[in-house]
């Protein structure tokens, strides 16, 4: 890990400016040698990848989609400790990886249109808690030249409207050393910048929703349960082996990691995964006793 962080009090000023603002940024927190791990790991599974198909995935950029099956490196990442500790402030217990992917902008590379991550949800804005929240890790430095991220702040409050309807408000580059992260409610308006360097830029991102959304990516098919048997509890009860109170998430009316290890789950009954569990078993669920989203 890169500097000590004392986790709490970090996570809790994180969550505040991402409530208040809609992002934050959080400097230098990987070690140089988690930062070359990851790289490396992008670079190799980028030979004979084809570049993105639209202006979106970015027709000079390498996307890779669905990392969190690619080796421990990624996984450590969807799990760091100050990300987990944000998002369980941010969301309700046993959110979920929407997707975890990486982009590499090549030099040329062209801004991508202003979106927000939360648009395909039909949940009219704003809403009232977050629907999910994004990360962009740099893995190069991020400066305003080669394409760091752009971002409208406060923009995660506005109504339907789209950013020209904001003229008012400036936009801001997330420029920042590698190994610091953009975290950033999945709500707020922002794109990757363009690439006007020699040199590539290359972020990890992990975008994560609330435990009633349906994830981005299929992580149960990514990772499905002989997989799942090699990761962390943390890193399961992401990807969908846990369940949002009272049921969803079930197979076969049962706690899905009971597929892929019998002694996990009988832990994760005695912890997080004791409400869903009792309502499992609870022989009704009324509007009174059902935890809502
Ligand atoms: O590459 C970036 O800086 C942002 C990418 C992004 O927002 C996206 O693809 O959803």
């Known amino acids: 890990m890169g500097q000590p962080i004392n986790?709490?009090?970090?996570?809790?000023?994180?969550?505040?400016?991402?409530?208040?603002?809609?992002?934050?940024?959080?400097?230098?927190?990987?070690?140089?040698?988690?930062?070359?791990e990851l790289a490396s790991a992008i670079a190799e599974l980028e030979e004979d990848h084809p570049l993105g198909r639209n202006i979106f995935e970015g027709e000079r950029s390498h996307r890779l989609y669905s990392l969190i099956?690619?080796?421990?490196?990624?996984?450590?990442?969807?799990?760091?400790?100050?990300i987990v500790a944000v998002l369980d402030l941010l969301l309700l217990p046993n959110w979920l990886l929407s997707n975890c992917q990486s982009i590499r902008l090549y030099p040329g590379e062209t801004r991508q249109p202003w979106h927000t991550d939360s648009a395909f949800y039909a949940v009219p804005r704003p809403s009232e808690a977050p629907l999910g929240i994004s990360t962009i890790w740099a893995l190069d430095a991020f400066t305003?030249?080669?394409?760091?991220?752009?971002?409208?702040?406060?923009?995660?409050?506005?109504?339907?409207?789209?950013?020209?309807?904001?003229?008012?408000?400036?936009?801001?580059?997330?420029?920042?050393?590698?190994?610091?992260?953009?975290?950033?409610?999945?709500?707020?308006?922002?794109?990757?910048?363009?690439?006007d360097t020699d040199a590539t830029r290359l972020c990890a991102t992990n975008q994560y929703c609330q435990p009633w959304l349906r994830p981005q990516e299929s992580q149960?098919?990514?990772?499905?349960?002989?997989?799942?048997?090699?990761?962390?509890?943390?890193?399961?009860?992401?990807?969908?082996?846990?369940?949002?109170?009272?049921?969803?998430?079930?197979?076969?009316?049962?706690?899905?990691?009971?597929?892929?290890?019998?002694?996990?789950?009988?832990?994760?009954?005695?912890s997080d995964g004791a409400a869903a569990d009792r309502s499992l078993t609870d022989d009704i669920v009324t509007p009174q006793n059902r935890p809502g989203p």
């Open 220 to 270: 149960l098919l990514i990772a499905p349960p002989e997989m799942a048997e090699r990761f962390d509890d943390r890193v399961r009860s992401m990807l969908g082996y846990s369940i949002h109170p009272p049921f969803i998430g079930q197979v076969e009316g049962k706690h899905p990691l009971r597929l892929v290890d019998e002694p996990s789950y009988r832990k994760a009954k005695g």
């Open 69 to 82: 099956a690619q080796g421990r490196p990624f996984e450590q990442l969807a799990a760091h400790p100050l």
């Open 144 to 195: 305003e030249a080669n394409g760091a991220t752009e971002y409208l702040p406060q923009s995660h409050r506005w109504g339907p409207e789209p950013p020209t309807s904001h003229p008012e408000v400036t936009s801001l580059a997330a420029e920042m050393p590698a190994g610091s992260v953009l975290v950033f409610d999945a709500a707020l308006w922002h794109r990757g910048g363009a690439n």
């Open 7 to 36: 986790i709490e009090s970090q996570a809790a000023s994180v969550a505040e400016t991402v409530a208040k603002d809609g992002f934050a940024i959080v400097e230098a927190i990987l070690g140089r040698a988690e930062i070359v």
